[in-house]
């Protein structure tokens, strides 16, 4: 499985951005696709995930702020980020797996930076 992450960017603070995720290769009936993400000098952190039924999991800190979505027929996962804060800044690595290992495959990572 390989996954193409996009949509990383600069914006500023109170903005959006949409990070796409596609999935190629060995799919799996039940899966689950999420994002991930690190700071610089922190750990790396769940921001949300979704599985091919729909349900969703957020963390606390982007609750009502970041949406998370997939389209099953293209294998893609979408985070819909909304109301940009600095703490938001990090690397953003989409996921990949069944459900019982869901975060099986990792994507390549990609930059949101945001800052005025």
């Known amino acids: 499985v390989q996954l193409q992450a996009s949509g990383g960017g600069l914006v500023q603070p109170g903005g959006s951005l949409r990070l796409s995720c596609a999935a190629s290769?060995?799919?799996?009936?039940?899966?689950?696709m999420g994002w991930y993400r690190q700071a610089p000098g922190k750990q790396r952190e769940l921001v949300a995930t979704?599985?091919?039924?729909?349900?969703?999991t957020y963390a606390d800190s982007v609750k009502g702020r970041f949406a998370i979505s997939s389209d099953n027929a293209k294998n893609t996962v979408y985070l819909q980020m909304n109301s940009l804060k600095p703490e938001d800044t990090a690397v953003y690595y989409c996921?990949?797996?069944?459900?019982?290992?869901?975060?099986?495959?990792w994507g390549q990572g990609t930059q949101v930076t945001v800052s005025s």
């Open positions: 996921t990949y797996g069944p459900d019982y290992y869901p975060t099986m495959y």
């Open positions: 290769g060995s799919i799996f009936s039940v899966n689950i």
């Open positions: 979704v599985t091919n039924g729909g349900s969703t």
